[in-house]
DNA sequence: GGAACGCGTTCAGTATACGGAACGCGTTCA
DNA sequence: TGAACGCGTTCCGTATACTGAACGCGTTCC
């Protein structure tokens, strides 16, 4: 899930800013409590700057102490932000209603995802309402290149682009995942030539997602999947939902005409 | 929604780490696009110096600009660390079982919640199945003062705590509403007695919410609630869910005993 | 048509936040 | 038991990030 950082170089920079963010990061990425040595050694910052960065944190309520005020960890105040990002996203609005229509149609679990760096970022979801269904959240992250809708965003982008976003070797999640970026880069031709992205178990074991993208701006930015455990397909049921998604395309492409 | 800003005050804090959550809380609560003078003249800050902030942030993906580089708004960065807050809350862990039992119960709309300054937050949700259900989200916040789950954990504070949470005068959202401070703790009291909260249509027409505190801590920080319209509600119902929720509360001790 | 505005951007002097080193304190060994 | 460690905390000189003023450019208004 390689968190890209870009533009480390380029002009100069707030630097409590750009530790403040990265601080956050930090916590989120490891859930639970930490000492301030121990982030200091992972960050690397000086401990007296990162002490003070934490008590303004604290302070603030997006850092929290345990009782004895030595442990850290990711504060409510967080949650906030997040959040609203996807309350004020016009894309995420204005599909809405497809989505919906889409997981009736579909009765199997549908994702709005966005594509940033290398990795796929969920804004929204319709759950299957079958008892075996894929665990998913908003705001959760997967790699690109393992995931039917990271795939459909990348077929969006030229060859020689794919190759600055994704390293030239992938990090496999299962057996299937594509490890070597040329290979991934000759699947995009397909993807582009057919439409749509599968994704055979290259992410999750037993699960079978196929994903299409919106094209409102190229290179696109988000796409839209549906996640069906391969126990439940049958070639019938693979082509309605590869039409349910082709339908769904097309509306998202009106209701997005506009931004 | 009084968004409170505690501590102010004690010592020297970093001032960009100040700013830059600031800034993001900002664009959080007014979703949409802005431009560096209207964020400008809301904040106070130097044009110069918000400029290079917002730079950096946008660098690194905490805020994004739109096409022609001059507006900004919240970026994608913000929900990863949203999230993780809930992903790596220890309480909200620990009650899921019990949150699923106590929605299949009641099927009712069932909310965790915790206590920030004088707004709860919403940890997790457990959505009625019926067809009219109340809107909410993980991450939303709500007037302490106006939901069950607020005067839960306010009536574990002493009364003179709650006058340093909330101001004297609180705002209304429903004609049910308490506005005046003293009238309330004067409900808190009985609160205490009957181990339990009601909301009568304080925070939304049409919805009456009970709620009781989860006594891991004291004074608590987290409770539970469970909402129904009024159109639902019968005198047996309200026992059967007053029920659900005693029971619900002693489970949620025993799995917070640890905590 | 030109002057005045509004807005984003740059620059340089200076207030200030950073960071290396020292401190205090509790814990762990020999 | 006492010396050595690990960790959080404080201190002070200095590198540096902040800010007020100036700039450039597009738009508006008379």
Redesign the interface.
């Known amino acids: 899930m390689a968190l890209p950082?870009?533009?480390d170089a380029?002009?100069?920079?707030?630097?409590?800013?750009?530790?403040?963010?990265e601080l956050?990061?930090y916590?989120?990425?490891r859930?639970?409590m930490h000492s301030l040595a121990e982030v200091q050694t992972s960050l690397g910052y000086p401990k007296s700057s990162l002490y003070?960065?934490l008590?303004?944190?604290v302070?603030?309520?997006?850092v929290e102490t345990d009782a004895t005020g030595t442990r850290y960890?990711?504060?409510?105040?967080?949650?906030?932000?997040?959040?609203?990002?996807?309350?004020?996203?016009e894309v995420v609005a204005a599909a809405r209603p497809t989505l919906d229509r889409l997981a009736e149609e579909t009765t199997e679990t549908i994702h709005l995802a966005?594509l940033?760096?290398a990795d796929v970022?969920y804004l929204a979801t319709r759950q299957s309402q079958h008892y075996l269904r894929p665990f998913t959240?908003?705001?959760?992250?997967l790699p690109a290149h393992s995931t039917s809708l990271g795939k459909a965003l990348l077929a969006t982008h030229s060859d020689d682009e794919v190759r600055k976003i994704l390293p030239e070797r992938l990090a496999p999640l299962t057996e299937h995942t594509f490890t070597d970026r040329e290979e991934l880069i000759e699947e995009l031709a397909l993807i582009r030539e057919r439409g749509y992205s599968v994704d055979h178990e290259e992410n999750t074991v037993g699960l079978r997602c196929f994903g299409i993208a919106i094209p409102y701006r190229t290179p696109a930015r988000d796409a839209v999947s549906c996640s069906v455990p391969v126990a439940r397909l049958t070639p019938g049921r693979e082509q309605q939902i590869r039409d349910a998604l082709f339908e769904a395309r097309d509306r998202l492409t009106l209701a997005t005409r506009h931004l």
Chains 1, 2 share one sequence.
């Open positions: 950082t870009p533009a380029g002009g100069s920079q707030v630097k409590s800013a750009v530790r403040t963010v956050l990061e916590f989120a990425g859930p639970g003070m960065l008590r303004t944190l302070e603030l309520g997006w960890g990711i504060g409510v105040r967080a949650l906030l932000v997040g959040t609203a990002y996807i309350d004020g996203d966005r940033d760096g970022v959240r908003v705001g959760r992250r």
